[in-house]
């Protein structure tokens, strides 16, 4: 499983080049740690290769979906305004990916065993 997480650019209040580059370690930082959570709390046993890459998501999960069988995104809904104006990340990667587009709920509910 490939796990892809991208990041923006981090807006900083400086011309400092030394506080521009601690603002994006930590935005690389907070995105490793937030995904590394999640996989812990998956119970391991499956193997994760992890990319963290700076960019639009849409662009970045095409790029490294060229080899995959699947592109599964998780969904939330649309609260703002400014969210209901542009497609959403699932509606765009539906138009211009090469491989199926799954799409997640936040949270799924547990399957019972019959």
Do not use: C, Q
Request: positive net charge.
């Amino acid at each position: 499983v490939r796990v892809v997480t991208a990041y923006r650019a981090p807006a900083v209040a400086t011309d400092s080049a030394g506080a521009y580059f601690r603002a994006f370690e930590k935005a690389e930082a907070t995105a490793r740690r937030r995904v590394a959570d999640a996989i812990d709390r998956s119970g391991g046993g499956l193997v994760v290769d992890h990319v963290v890459a700076l960019g639009p998501i849409d662009k970045i999960l095409l790029e490294h979906s060229a080899d995959a069988a699947m592109i599964v995104v998780g969904v939330r809904p649309n609260d703002s305004w400014i969210d209901r104006l542009r497609p959403s990340l699932t509606s765009r990667l539906v138009e211009r990916a090469r491989v199926p587009v799954v799409a997640a709920p936040p949270r799924m509910a547990p399957a019972h065993a019959a």
